[in-house]
């Protein structure tokens, strides 16, 4: 990965930039799986639902806004957006930002099934490229009890995680099952999807 302020990376096989548009340190470590040079651009987007808006379409809408914002500014590069949303019950579940929400939903995460929407999407303005995929994780929760969660958070502290489940972590063990055909959505980023959106945009992968 190539720091922002050097010259841009060039996408294999396109000579084109290839440009991650997330900070998110989890997606820049899942996407170094991939071996490609790339660089990191903040986009910048309301992730506000929309009145009545479903998790899935909603991730489906941020990954495709926030490589369109970066696309935007750098229209000769290939631009990978991605989003993640968690749904409950039909609602979406945000970051907690601190261990009280945190602990708030993993208490009404015990138990349970849910489902992680994870979101990419792959755009290009100068070739006109643009497709957006994504890989649905279905979870299922032990029942864990409030010492399990408070050892958990303290351990962990997954405030910037979306639904507080750190499942690359210790939060793996909150878990009583995964489901999965993209194992890496959960962490951030779907490796199989996007691989197979680069690849229609034309980059070599591997």
């Given at each position: 990965?190539?720091?922002?302020?050097?010259?841009?990376?060039?996408?294999?096989?396109?000579?084109?930039?290839?440009?991650?548009?997330?900070?998110?340190?989890?997606r820049?470590?899942?996407?170094?799986?991939?071996?490609?040079?790339?660089?990191?651009?903040?986009?910048?987007?309301?992730e506000?639902?929309?009145?009545?808006?479903?998790?899935?379409?909603?991730?489906?809408?941020?990954?495709?806004?926030?490589?369109?914002?970066?696309?935007?500014?750098?229209?000769?590069?290939?631009?990978?957006?991605?989003?993640?949303?968690?749904?409950?019950?039909?609602?979406?579940?945000?970051?907690?930002?601190?261990?009280?929400?945190?602990?708030?939903?993993?208490?009404?995460?015990?138990?349970?099934h849910?489902?992680?929407?994870?979101?990419?999407?792959?755009?290009?303005?100068?070739?006109?490229?643009?497709?957006?995929?994504?890989?649905?994780?279905?979870?299922?929760?032990?029942?864990?009890?409030?010492?399990?969660?408070?050892?958990?958070?303290?351990?962990?502290?997954p405030?910037?995680?979306?639904?507080?489940?750190?499942?690359?972590?210790?939060?793996?063990?909150?878990?009583?099952?995964?489901?999965?055909?993209?194992?890496?959505?959960?962490?951030?980023?779907?490796?199989?999807?996007?691989?197979?959106?680069?690849?229609?945009?034309?980059?070599?992968?591997?």
């Open positions: 990965m190539q720091d922002s302020r050097t010259a841009p990376s060039q996408a294999p096989g396109l000579g084109r930039p290839l440009i991650l548009g997330s900070t998110s340190r989890y820049r470590e899942l996407l170094n799986r991939l071996q490609l040079p790339f660089d990191t651009v903040s986009p910048e987007v309301d506000t639902p929309a009145p009545g808006e479903t998790p899935l379409a909603l991730s489906l809408r941020l990954a495709r806004a926030k490589a369109d914002a970066v696309a935007a500014q750098h229209p000769e590069a290939i631009v990978i957006g991605s989003d993640q949303v968690p749904e409950l019950d039909g609602q979406p579940l945000s970051k907690p930002g601190n261990h009280e929400r945190a602990t708030e939903q993993l208490r009404m995460m015990r138990g349970r849910m489902e992680f929407h994870t979101a990419v999407s792959v755009v290009c303005h100068a070739t006109g490229f643009a497709e957006t995929r994504v890989a649905t994780v279905q979870v299922r929760f032990r029942d864990l009890d409030d010492a399990e969660i408070e050892r958990y958070l303290r351990a962990e502290q405030y910037d995680c979306a639904g507080s489940a750190k499942s690359e972590g210790l939060g793996i063990t909150l878990l009583d099952a995964i489901i999965s055909d993209d194992p890496t959505a959960l962490i951030g980023l779907p490796l199989i999807r996007t691989s197979q959106l680069l690849r229609a945009a034309g980059a070599v992968v591997p």
